[in-house]
């Protein structure tokens, strides 16, 4: 394979660590990218690169795009969640290593997104058998409603499969659990507790949760396993002498590709006496078909796959896909975060030598709306 170039003629800043420090500098916590979009817009300017802007997402295309080919997006998000408190350093002007990037958002998603923006560079002006499209977006970490969400809709119909770029080792994750937050409230009646007056809410929550403990969903993912549900939440009662009328708690459910989040609602409301009211029924779990490209190509490459347990920008999108990144995601959303420099060339060389296979497998034919399928 041909050595890659991780010096000045892709980032002026200098070689794609400088880049990533200079980026993961510029706070861009979810819903407030703008500065962060701003600056990776500017660059792409500056190469002379036109880019589609959409709220704080940004779409940049090959200046050969040609529609009669299928198109493979690149996508990684530049949002960050916030800080902890346990950082022992100001996140966003971090200590240098030589070794390490330090910073907000280093590790999640900030290296996918260098990475991917190598890669894309690298690609830029050249002819492969399908079109390249990167897509940075934002508010990822929020789920907010000017991020992928918004944006998939307007470009769904020339997207045919994708690489989500998140923290796996730049392992190959083939499914992603979907989420399903469902808030729940048991209802009572309020009553003086030394007189034994009013119906407990908390008694029907536990008895609730007990059951709901105890439930389990017949169809098995042959892919993802059982779906998993657990309660995280509870909150009840206003003070010690009042029979509490109310008592709410929340459960996290990850489900698998045979269940809709809808049919997950259906069969466990019947089976409970408190109310259930799913947060969201959008965020749902994807697989990668497995006579797809990108599974050939996983493959071909003798990369490691595996099952996510944690959601991305894949439960927005409708076509194949698969998730993969440079970086740790046990390190996401902790403090001190960061990526060595090792990590970050092993996923701009890992993304070219995965395209380059790819271009092996997929011939120029023309672009065909079964092949999403």
């Not at 500056?46 to 080919?69: A, M, W």
């Not at 969640?81 to 022992?88: A, D, E, F, K, Q």
Request: aromatic share 8%.
């Amino acid at each position: 394979m041909e050595r890659i170039d991780y010096n000045q003629s892709l980032f002026p800043e200098g070689t794609a660590a400088d880049f990533l420090r200079k980026v993961v500098s510029i706070p861009s916590f979810s819903g407030e990218e703008n500065l962060r979009s701003d600056f990776l817009e500017t660059f792409f300017a500056k190469k002379g690169i036109p880019t589609q802007r959409i709220v704080n997402n940004l779409i940049i295309c090959q200046p050969h795009h040609e529609e009669k080919k299928v198109t493979l997006m690149l996508n990684s998000h530049i949002d960050t969640v916030r800080p902890t408190s346990g950082y022992t350093f100001d996140p966003f002007n971090p200590p240098f290593s030589d070794t390490r990037i330090f910073g907000l958002g280093s590790n999640d998603a900030g290296a996918s997104v260098v990475s991917m923006i190598a890669t894309f560079l690298h690609f830029y002006n050249t002819e492969l058998p399908f079109n390249l499209m990167l897509v940075l977006s934002c508010e990822e970490e929020n789920s907010g409603p000017n991020g992928m969400r918004k944006m998939w809709p307007e470009i769904k119909d020339t997207v045919d499969f994708a690489i989500v770029g998140e923290p796996t080792g730049m392992k190959a994750a083939i499914a992603e659990r979907g989420l399903l937050v469902i808030d729940a409230e048991a209802k009572g009646v309020s009553g003086h507790a030394a007189l034994n007056e009013g119906v407990n809410a908390i008694y029907i929550a536990v008895d609730d949760i007990l059951t709901l403990r105890t439930t389990t969903l017949d169809k098995i993912s042959p892919t993802m396993g059982e779906v998993k549900l657990t309660v995280t939440q509870i909150h009840a009662g206003t003070q010690h002498n009042v029979v509490p009328d109310s008592c709410t708690f929340v459960i996290d459910i990850r489900p698998t590709d045979v269940y809709t989040n809808q049919e997950i609602m259906d069969i466990l409301q019947p089976k409970v006496k408190s109310s259930l009211k799913a947060r969201s029924l959008t965020n749902r779990s994807s697989a990668t078909p497995l006579n797809h490209p990108l599974m050939q190509c996983v493959q071909q490459l003798g990369i490691e796959t595996y099952v996510s347990p944690t959601t991305s920008d894949w439960m927005r999108i409708s076509c194949p896909a698969i998730k993969m990144g440079p970086g740790d995601s046990s390190r996401s959303h902790h403090p001190d975060e960061y990526i060595t420099t090792e990590e970050l060339k092993l996923g701009i060389a890992g993304y070219i030598r995965f395209i380059e296979e790819l271009s092996k497998i997929i011939s120029p034919t023309k672009r065909d709306h079964s092949f999403q399928k």
